[in-house]
Each structure stands twice: as C-alpha cells, then as structure tokens.
C-alpha cells in the first residue's frame, strides 16, 4: 500500500537547554496526518490526524457525529491508497439529515463543537454513591494499560490514547493526535467488528469536556474513564444522562463525578 511510504514520524535535530546549559541531539516529532473527507458530495471535513486506523476513524466519526445509525447507511466507501481523500455516499434517509450539518469543517487536534445540544435539565450538582466502587481495580489496571501501550507518547510525548472495553477488558486500543479523533477510531473499530457498543466503557487519556459527552451519549456508552479532568458541564451533561464519569485515574485512585 502507498500509505506504507508516508512518515509518521520523523527525528529532528534541536537544541536542549538545562539551565544554560545547552546540548544538541535527535528528537523524535510525529506527522500530522491531511484527511480531506467528503460526504455525498456535499459536506467536506478536513481532518488533521495520525495516520493509522483511517477507515475506522471514518466510522466512528460518521456514527458519533450522527451521520449514521450503523455501517449499513454506508452505500460506498472510497479511500486513496495514500489515506489522505475519503469520499462517502450514505442512503438516502441519511442523505436527508445532511441539510442540518455544517457543509465545511476543519476538525483539529482540539476536537469540535457541531453535534446537536443537550438541553440542561439540572444545575445543581449533587453526590451521588455509585456501584463503581466494586470496579475500581479493573478501571485502575484498564487506565494503566492505556498508557503503557502508547509507546509513541513515551517516545515523542504526543499522541492520545483511547479504548473500548468489553467484560472489564480493553478490546480496541488507539491512538491520534486529538483525544476526540482517538475515541472515534475506538468505536469505529467497535462498529466493523459489529459489537455492540451500548455494552463497552470509554477509556481515555484526554480531557472530557461536553463535545466528548455528546460523543459518548450517541454511542450509548453508559461509563466513560479518563486520565485527566473533566469539565463542570460534562459533569451535568453525564449525570443528566445517566453516564458514569470518572476522572484523575491515576494511580490508586479515581475521581467519581456520576
């Protein structure tokens, strides 16, 4: 395949300065990755990524952005052999929702903000014992795996990860560049395997702001745990929704939001 031939990572020569103390040596720097995406031809998404699992990228993306309900409402599919122009025709009950959609987007490594709102049903936050206590060791264990595996974040500090698990065990592992790219790529792999993804809990690395609840609420995922904090609003969001949050899995402990 041509895409074999694309870098996804490169060394570089820089400067590192210890307390003036300054040394040259070889970093190593990971690729963006151009995804231009096309839907039925007329909605465009440029994607800024890292260069694996693009297909399942596409899925995932297609499904927790409400594009589709499963991979039959893909009629055709087309990548080129260098990943970087996919263009997608869905049926023609998807095709009638696309009046809604933004028709150009460019999707950074920050994520974006364009799925439908969720109306807030209650400001106030309130403690709340949850049944995850019994589960904390596996969350423990899920959590740490997930750094571990990312052998390119030790090596160049960069890339997210994100993963499915099933049963307590993590089935699908990736990684890219943006946290919400990586969970997608998660689910994708999740869809073209036909599980069922209502059944799974979201592991990540990255931040949970609200876009990532919506994310999780589409794909009928009931337990999300991340590494890192979460935001007030997707606290709110996850308890309106009955989606338990976890934050800080770090170590021997968890933070229990909902």
């Known amino acids: 395949m041509a895409d074999c031939n694309i870098k996804k990572i490169k060394t570089l020569k820089i400067k590192k300065d210890n307390i003036n103390i300054v040394n040259e040596f070889e970093d190593t720097i990971v690729v963006e990755h151009n995804l231009k995406l096309i839907i039925n031809e007329k909605i465009e998404r440029n994607v800024i990524c890292y260069n694996s699992s693009i297909k399942e990228f596409i899925y995932g993306h297609l499904y927790t952005e409400n594009y589709i309900n499963s991979i039959s409402d893909v009629s055709d599919f087309f ?131 609200t876009d990532m609840i919506k994310k999780v609420i589409r794909s009928k995922i009931k337990m999300v745990i991340t590494r890192a904090a979460v935001t007030y609003d997707a606290i709110r969001l996850a308890r309106e929704n009955n989606i338990k949050l976890i934050g800080f899995s770090r170590g021997d402990s968890v933070n229990i939001y909902s």
């Open 79 to 209: 990548i080129n052999d260098e990943k970087t122009l996919a263009r997608i025709k869905l049926n023609s009950d998807c095709d009638k929702n696309l009046i809604s959609k933004p028709q150009n987007v460019s999707i950074l490594t920050t994520g974006y903000r364009y799925i439908e709102d969720s109306k807030n049903k209650n400001d106030e936050i309130v403690d709340k014992k949850l049944d995850i206590v019994n589960n904390v060791l596996d969350i423990m264990k899920n959590s740490k795996f997930l750094l571990d595996s990312n052998e390119l974040f030790k090596e160049t500090g960069c890339l997210h990860s994100a993963g499915l698990a099933f049963n307590n065990e993590i089935l699908y592992y990736e990684t890219d560049l943006g946290r919400h790219n990586a969970v997608d790529k998660v689910i994708g792999c999740a869809m073209l395997d036909n599980k069922n993804i209502g059944e799974s809990v979201l592991y990540t690395t990255g931040r949970i702001p």
